[in-house]
């Protein structure tokens, strides 16, 4: 699994893909942060910076994962993965975590407009590191939908579109519930809803319950990637 994870993310930085996706993002927080102390207050970080990464994040996160298991398939070097003495599961795992370095890197230095805040005001950190923790839980669960994705198809502009087209409806689902008469159906469609159970985050909230569904969603979706794979095995 490490050997795995090591090769994928050496991959991701010997492209510009790890480079471009890491500055996309820590530009954006920058940016946010200096809205903030444009204002003049940083009581808004949770809020406004968290709660704007938030649509960003999802939709930088399908270039994260669009290389995932395509390139191998389309190289045909996922045969050398799956021959080699480690398991499936241990080959996704590795391919999961080199992606959500990426994503956690990002994320990390992310952190640095609110060091700097600190010295000259007082922004809350444990609302900060709440909502640090909640960007990692539905990003880690975002990528493993997207790294599952990517082991349906040897294109990446189609793991890419079909990753973008699942954050966008995670992200909005919550206005799809709101619309369906039937009470029933509403509430579990609202229950999928990644924007819905983040928000609690950015309010100053740590959610347990919350928590629990993105860890859930990780392991159910690196489960299907290993039986996708070792679907292929023998075939």
């Given at each position: 699994m490490i050997a795995v994870f090591k090769r994928e993310l050496r991959s991701y930085f010997n492209s510009p893909?790890?480079?471009?996706?890491?500055?996309?993002?820590?530009a954006l927080y920058g940016l946010f942060y200096f809205m903030v102390m444009a204002g003049g207050s940083s009581s808004f970080i949770s809020r406004y910076v968290y709660g704007s990464m938030f649509s960003f994040s999802m939709l930088v996160i399908p270039i994260i994962t669009m290389k995932s298991l395509t390139d191998d398939q389309k190289n045909k070097t996922d045969q050398i993965?799956?021959?080699?003495?480690?398991?499936?599961?241990?080959?996704?795992?590795?391919?999961?975590?080199?992606?959500?370095?990426?994503?956690?890197?990002?994320?990390?230095?992310?952190?640095?407009?609110?060091?700097?805040?600190?010295?000259?005001?007082?922004?809350?950190?444990?609302?900060?590191?709440?909502?640090?923790?909640?960007?990692?839980?539905?990003?880690?669960?975002?990528?493993?939908i997207?790294?599952?994705?990517?082991?349906?198809?040897?294109?990446?502009?189609?793991?890419?579109?079909?990753?973008?087209a699942v954050s966008v409806f995670l992200m909005y689902?919550?206005?799809?519930?709101?619309?369906?008469?039937?009470g029933l159906v509403a509430t579990v469609v609202g229950w999928i809803s990644f924007s819905s159970r983040y928000s609690i985050f950015t309010q100053g909230l740590f959610s347990v319950s919350s928590a629990v569904f993105f860890l859930s969603v990780m392991a159910i979706f690196v489960f299907l990637t290993a039986r996708r794979i070792e679907s292929r095995r023998w075939s």
């Open positions: 893909i790890g480079y471009v996706c890491v500055a996309a993002l820590t993965l799956l021959t080699a003495p480690v398991g499936v599961t241990a080959i996704v795992i590795g391919k999961f975590l080199a992606s959500l370095f990426v994503f956690f890197l990002a994320s990390t230095i992310g952190l640095l407009p609110a060091v700097a805040m600190s010295f000259f005001s007082s922004p809350s950190w444990g609302e900060i590191l709440g909502n640090y923790i909640g960007t990692l839980l539905y990003g880690g669960a975002m990528i493993s997207g790294v599952f994705i990517s082991s349906l198809t040897i294109s990446q502009i189609i793991a890419a579109i079909g990753t973008f689902i919550d206005s799809l519930a709101s619309s369906i008469n039937n």
